[in-house]
């Protein structure tokens, strides 16, 4: 149930760009995106709904593609500051309307000077 | 300040002796949540709540109960604990409505070693 993310690390210089993949098995309801910095909670980047949209935060964008099970987070001319451990994250709707939540594995992220 | 609140934010104890995390939020957000961190594996659902009354295992539920009696406060309670529940934990809250879960509010996370 868990989705799968790629890739697991990435290594950037500063002002490239970086794409994070995020796919499930199961229907999609919604994807979310979070960025945690070591030793701290995850933060809250956006959520993307059923629709296909692109959303867009500064130089971060992200899609969803429902047919395909897919999203992906878009990083672009990358800051020291974008470093962190993404993860995206799915919900599951059961039965009885209860929201079951499952974040990926993260995509380890390290931009360099 | 909206917030969530964890505590304790470290404990060391040892196998068998029972331990209660609290978590506690001020946005009077109807769904709360339990994750437990490992190297690798990402955050993985413990339990959550939907409302006062209401809660359903996670991924993840073997050896944790929790409890919600008041909307603001969600204990994860360790009856006994065992070293492979060593993990970084994280309470999270936010609203669910007609789209779904909003944006997720984390505490600053607890340490949990068990002996």
């Known amino acids: 149930q868990q989705p799968v993310q790629s890739p697991q690390a990435v290594i950037l210089r500063e002002g490239e760009d970086a794409v994070i993949n995020c796919s499930s098995s199961k229907a999609l309801y919604s994807v979310h995106w979070y960025r945690q910095k070591h030793g701290e909670a995850p933060v809250f980047l956006m959520i993307?709904?059923?629709?296909?949209e692109q959303k867009g935060h500064e130089k971060i964008s992200a899609s969803f593609n429902e047919k395909k099970q897919q999203s992906s987070l878009y990083l672009t001319a990358s800051q020291l500051s974008y470093s962190g451990t993404y993860f995206c994250g799915t919900e599951l709707i059961n039965l009885y309307n209860f929201n079951k939540f499952y974040f990926g594995s993260g995509t380890k992220l390290n931009v360099k000077p | 300040e909206a917030q969530v609140t964890q505590n304790p934010r470290y404990l060391i104890t040892v196998t068998g002796k029972k331990l209660t995390v609290t978590c506690s939020q001020n946005?009077?957000?109807?769904?709360m949540s339990w994750y437990r961190q490992d190297p690798g594996l990402g955050l993985r659902q413990i339990y959550y709540?939907?409302?006062?009354?209401?809660?359903d295992k996670g991924d993840v539920p073997e050896g944790y109960k929790v409890s919600r009696k008041e909307k603001r406060n969600f204990p994860l309670i360790l009856e006994s604990p065992s070293p492979n529940q060593t993990s970084l934990y994280f309470c999270?809250?936010?609203?669910?409505?007609?789209?779904?879960?909003?944006?997720?509010?984390f505490g600053d996370g607890t340490r949990l070693s068990i002996l």
């Open positions: 993307l709904l059923k629709g296909g």
């Open positions: 999270a809250s936010t609203s669910a409505g007609a789209e779904g879960l909003q944006p997720q509010h």
């Open positions: 709540s939907m409302n006062v009354e209401v809660t």
């Open positions: 946005m009077n957000h109807e769904y």
